[in-house]
């Protein structure tokens, strides 16, 4: 066993599993705090708390996540109630080890160093809550999403049936719900089949964030598990929670879920809700194949999801294979000119009669500056202009005034349709997943994080890494090389200016192997950035 110490406080990284200690004989690599843990803060403090992490050998790096021990310390622990489960007992190692963690790049050089890892998520041999003592409550903030009531369901099922909790309430309508009092009783009995269903059957709303009047709600009911369900402005109202809530000194664990159908949370591989979408955003898209198919020179533009990262209509466009133009927010064109827009609609309608573009809703929004509203909705959010209604007027407008080639437009926006409704097979595991790991962690002590996937395997992340910045679909990048080759339009920019336009915002990754020469021609000999 070995442990990581400084002046505030001590953490003891070991195996925890004493049924079957994998690691009984391995040699332990002493990690060393890169940045000062901190302890509780004076009351009158204001300040954050520091990160988490730690550094290794080889460049190894645990962005590690808070626990209650950090800010109170000399908590009892007592023995996991999943030991005694008999439908667990057929695992080999059901308990994560300690020691566990999961790297954020999978595809390194044989010198690359072991990089940034994340601390594993599962259920551990020693719990910080007793059963009975449990008092947890959940909820749902921002618009609706397919998953919403699988991982509400999950939630519970996994607090009652493996942990024996009893007392579950469901906060009712978002973040205001915690300080207008309304609450739902959640029980097996009650969320028992709502994954059949689209929505959440404890509301949800924008905006009603208030922090004091929040932790005041939680202290005042002697609730001890906060399990928060929302996108990026969510999270990061779960982070400064979790900061109140550690500054008064409570044993309260705070736990994250995010939600986002745009799929734009940076760092997971996804987030649930999405392959229905995508699922979903096909059934529009056939429908507007269909229309354009059976009329002359007939055009079919549908609007999707997408207000910062253009993932549903991209992967959309793949996966239905009769898309003829992808516009997204990170790939910048033009209507008007040579290599533009209507040009590219003029040839597909000559050569083949019909076509069909899907346009995400943040796409183009530059070029319908005029109308744009600076209004903000209530979770802050910009209020976009209807990018479709837009595009379909002025593609008419061309056609009208420009050519002599008759059009039919025909314009699908599926946006309400899809977000309601309920999430299929695959994303009904994969929020069966979130929710479980989120009620190990929470048991186990920690509080302050989110979880998701990273290559497959569930992970703890601290909040800040999935609210400093949007996961954003990288042009430069090999899958929307392949939604080029699939729908053959122009990319209006040459390769060079686009690299040159996102350089500073596109996130790492290891799909780039191009290298754009000085004339703007693509070469094969770059390193993975």
Known sequence: MHSISNNNSSIKLSSDNTKNNRNRNKPKVKLTPRIPIMGPPPASAKALSQPKVFTGDHGYVLEDVPHLIDYIPN???YPNPLQDNPAYAVVKQYFVDMDDTVAQKVVVHADSPRGT?????????????????????IVTCGGLCPGLNTV????????????????IEGIEGGYRGFYSRNTIPLTPKVVNGIHKRGGTIIGTSRGGYDNTKIVNSI?????NQVYIIGGDGTQKGASAIYEEVRRRGLKVSVVGIPKTIDNDIPVIDKSFGFDTAVEEAQRAINAAHVESESNENCIGLVKLMGRNSGFIAMYA?????????????????????PGGLFEYIEKRIKEEGHMVIVVAEGAGQDLVAESLTSDKDASGNKLLSDVGLWLSQKIKDHFKKQTDMEINLKYIDPTYMIRAVPSNASDNVYSTLLAQSAVHGAMAGYTGFTVGPVHGRECYLPFYRITEKQ??????????????SSTNQPSFLNTKDIIESIMDEAPPTQLLDDQVADNGVVTKEATVC
Not at 117 to 137: I, L, M
Not at 152 to 167: C, F, Q
Not at 322 to 330: G, Q, S, T
Request: net charge positive; with cysteine; glycine share 4%.
């Open 75 to 77: 908590l009892p622990t």
């Open 117 to 137: 890892h994340f601390r594993r998520a599962g259920p551990r041999q020693k719990v910080y809550f007793k059963s009975d003592d449990v008092h947890a409550c």
């Open 152 to 167: 509400i369901r999950e939630i519970v099922a996994s607090l009652h049936d493996m942990y024996g909790v009893t007392r």
């Open 219 to 223: 202290e005042d009911r002697g609730i």
């Open 317 to 337: 466009t793949l996966a239905s294979r009769d898309v003829d133009c992808c516009l997204i927010p990170e790939s910048p064109f033009y209507l008007e000119g």
């Open 471 to 484: 996961n954003k679909v990288v042009i430069t990048d090999r899958m929307w090389a392949r939604m080029l």
